[in-house]
């Protein structure tokens, strides 16, 4: 197959690059008064103003050329309808069935699965109904107080991120608590102060084989059973899983067991039963008005043109900074306290579906794919690391996120954070110039030889890119748009790259050799059969573990 910069839509852009390349933004609205209208788009409950990037009309064409050329919209179509898009795996990947609203058949291998995932919506309204209730008792016939998340990664980063968003939406019941990692400090501290009797832990695990996850799990299986006994782990263990044999295995009852299926990756499952916790903190009627405002944005991207498509226009200008601009990281720059989760969880969705380098025929790329993606919330992070943003020599594009109207109205604090939101986005477009620094400094009376030494320093070019997406307020519908939108958007430049979105081999080679070295840390004498550098890192581990007191 033709690798897709000798196509003819990459070559295009390639030419175009070249004559755009000293454009600056300040010009380009300059020039354009209306650019803030052809460069937006709008949606009942979100907002994109897209205009602050380095693009002019010609290069959107040009970019809509090479989506068309790289089969979005037959991509598009064979996910919608179930086809094994996840070609690796020979699987779909159908996440948008978890949340259709529209009474349409979602078929796999011939097989309507919407019955399926109406009956685990129906099974979480009664357990989570019965659990705020204080109907479903514990062994000791108690009601549940704390309920304990166990997953990781697509099982514990979702649904964790999605309950701190929603933290103004919560209902009165058990508290959530959330354990990922293996290092026992987080399960300790989840556990402590936690009564055993009320007590709930949701294992949620697609395999039932996660190492981490299990280990987490046995850990509080045992400090259960010590306080109660065996008897009482079938009222306070339930799973989330498409391996209900493994979870029987463990000890949890079929009546206990919530169904996810191998057609929906981990990272995208948070629509699932794998959204327990959610349900459980915001109530069951938000977590179906997650799924609306999921819907909502999946029927956008299914049915508008990719002209005015906001996944796909935001995928596109992914393609373009960085294949084009040479920008190897993005930023996602939330202004809102409780999507402080975000980032976090938009690094795996993204940096796990498109940190691939090899094609979906098995042809290694020869062009740049997915960036490194971070962020943090809106003014502590620029406190942090914008100066880089700003005058650094690296260029990140940057998405800045924020409500119209905030959760908690203190004072005047909601003014001034979109004050800051919206001056950001500004002076990474308009920089500073020699001569708007020389004036600001002659202003303030600087000598002439300070000033001289100082100028250099208070120019910047601007010319940065960024994405301002703006809701009314974030609650579970609009939260639902935001999620699958970032979700599409990830799937159309997998489709540009022409790499495999829903897999993750690389995250395995980690787990074996894991798997390998744990019984050598547990054995007698030193270890030999790894290279020079992890052979001496785990003989010294033994030794300092023989050191300590």
């Not at 011939?110 to 514990?138: N, Y």
């Not at 949890?252 to 990756?265: M, S």
Request: hydrophobic share 45%; glycine share 12%; net charge negative.
């Amino acid at each position: 197959m033709t690798s897709l910069i000798a196509t003819p839509a990459w070559k295009a852009l390639e030419a175009h690059a070249g004559t755009v390349a000293g454009l600056h933004m300040r010009d380009l609205f300059a020039a354009d008064p209306g650019r803030f209208g052809a460069f937006s788009i709008s949606l009942p409950g979100i907002f994109l103003d897209y205009a602050k990037n380095r693009v002019t009309a010609d290069t959107m064409a040009l970019l809509m050329d090479l989506a068309r050329q790289a089969g979005v919209e037959e991509w598009r179509q064979r996910m919608f309808s179930g086809q094994a898009v996840n070609s690796t795996e020979g699987r779909p990947a159908l996440h948008v069935a978890l949340r259709n609203r529209s009474g349409r058949p979602v078929m796999v291998g011939g097989i309507d699965v919407m019955p399926l995932v109406c009956g685990v919506l129906a099974r979480m309204r009664d357990f989570t109904g019965a659990l705020s209730s204080g109907a479903w008792m514990g062994a000791t016939g108690k009601a549940v107080s704390d309920v304990v998340s166990i997953g990781i990664g697509g099982s514990h980063l979702g649904p964790e991120m999605v309950c701190e968003a929603l933290t103004p939406y919560r209902k009165s019941g058990p508290g959530i608590h959330f354990v990922a990692n293996v290092d026992g400090a987080d399960i300790a501290q989840a556990l402590a102060g936690l009564d055993p009797a009320t007590t709930l832990f949701i294992v949620s695990s697609k395999t039932f084989t996660t190492p981490e996850t299990l280990a987490n799990a046995a850990t509080a299986r045992a400090w259960l059973t010590d306080a109660l006994g065996e008897g009482a782990v079938a009222r306070h263990f339930v799973a989330v899983t498409a391996n209900p044999g493994a979870a029987a295995g463990f000890g949890i009852e079929a009546a206990n067991t919530f169904e996810t299926w191998d057609w929906v990756g981990g990272r995208y499952s948070l629509w699932s039963a794998i959204g327990l916790p959610i349900a459980l903190a915001v109530g069951m009627d938000a977590f179906e008005e997650l799924l609306d405002g999921a819907h909502a944005m999946d029927e956008h991207f299914r049915e508008a043109p990719l002209e005015a498509n906001m996944p796909v226009v935001m995928a596109l200008l992914g393609v373009w900074n960085s294949g084009f601009l040479g920008a190897g990281s993005h930023a996602v720059l939330p202004y809102d306290h409780h999507l402080r989760g975000l980032p976090a969880y938009l690094q795996q969705a993204d940096m796990e579906s498109s940190g691939k380098s090899t094609t979906r025929g098995g042809r290694r790329v020869d062009y740049q794919t997915g960036p490194v993606l971070f962020g943090a919330p809106g003014t502590p992070g620029q406190h942090s690391f914008f100066q880089l943003l700003h005058q650094g020599t690296r260029l990140v594009p940057a998405d800045f996120i924020a409500a119209a109207e905030s959760s908690a109205p203190m004072g005047g604090h909601h003014r001034m954070l979109l004050a800051n939101f919206f001056a950001q986005t500004e002076a990474l477009m308009k920089g500073r110039t020699e001569e708007e620094a020389r004036a600001g400094l002659e202003a303030a009376g600087l000598p002439p030889e300070d000033l001289e030494s100082l100028l250099p320093h208070k120019v910047f070019e601007g010319n940065r890119p960024t994405n301002s997406i703006l809701v009314g307020r974030f609650d579970p519908r609009t939260m639902g748009m935001l999620i699958a939108l970032y979700e599409h958007k990830i799937f159309v430049q997998g489709v540009i790259w022409d790499i495999n979105s829903f897999d993750q081999w690389g995250v395995e080679l980690g787990k074996e050799l894991a798997a390998a070295i744990l019984p050598e840390l547990e054995g007698e004498g030193p270890v030999s059969g790894h290279d020079c550098s992890t052979n001496g890192l785990i003989n010294f581990y033994k030794t300092l573990k023989g050191r300590a007191p």
